[in-house]
């Protein structure tokens, strides 16, 4: 019990500290300075009545309190994020950006979030418990609540990238035939996300917004791909940039890579089918041959027994 009045003690007062110098130098920063206004005009929006047709008033509020929340741990989130190494952040913020976002956080939020719970998990699980819970229990509970969020976010990446890859195929398909219909590619691109549904649609939008603000498209088909993660999202980027600067044909670049894709998925499928086996082959020596053994087996035994204890009694 002493052990968590300590560590609750000692928590509230690191979090206020954090808290305390993480707002005063929040408030000279110009753009988080921005940002609350506009979190305060959101706020406001949903009880201005010429804007509740456009936006409900519950909506607007509920948006308001959200941004006014995050704009009250931006400051801790900031001076937290000033201890990491860059390398770190440069990576997280790469993981969230491959998981399409992560609860619409960014990166000084999401870590700050992971920190806060990995200190507060132990002490509600101490509450809950009665603070029965010794150093070994703080510890491990600490680092559950570090290692949830990174759980979570790469399971988002592994889904997310499982969809991009599932309607590759076809939507290379669909861009083939745009394209060889007369259209541009980024005419055809734009018709193509317009009729798909799912990550690679995001993505896809995110090319063309940026290209129309002006940036290059060779640099922003290295970001679709960057974004993604995906290799053979990455092989398709790279055959149209070289294809832009080499000046070929992209009708015939994209029907080579339609049947390049729908090879490779196929030899994927060929690879998973042949190692079905070999998973499977464990589950069967551990729990179906046992049952089996006992099935076929366990009347001759029985017999088995039966007879050798009459023949005993016999002599």
Known sequence: MMLFLISAGSFLCSAAIVYYIGQRRLETLPEERLSKYQSQAVW???????????????????????????????????????????????????????????????VAEYIFLRLFLALCSPLFLSVLTGGRGGLSFFLQTGALGWLVPRLLVKRRIAARQKAILKSLPDTVDLLTVSVEAGLGFDAALQRVAAKITGPLSDEFNHFLRAVRMGAPRQAALRALAERSGVPELRAFTSAIIQADQLGVSIGDVLRIQSE???????????????????????????????????????????????????LSLQR
């Open 260 to 310: 390049d894709i729908r090879r490779k998925r196929r030899q994927k499928a060929e690879e998973l089918a042949m190692k079905a086996p070999i998973k499977m082959l464990f589950p069967m020596i551990f729990f179906i041959f046992p049952s089996l053994f006992i099935v076929l087996l366990g009347p001759a035994a029985i017999h088995l027994m039966i007879m050798f204890m009459s």
């Open 44 to 106: 406001e929006l949903g009880r201005k009545p010429q804007a509740r047709e456009a936006y409900p008033p519950a909506a607007a509020a509920a948006v308001g309190r959200a941004a006014i929340w995050r704009q009250r741990i931006a400051g801790p989130a900031l001076l937290v994020m000033r201890f990491l190494p860059r390398t770190y952040i440069d990576n997280v913020e790469k993981q969230l950006t491959m998981a399409g976002g992560f609860a619409s956080l960014r």
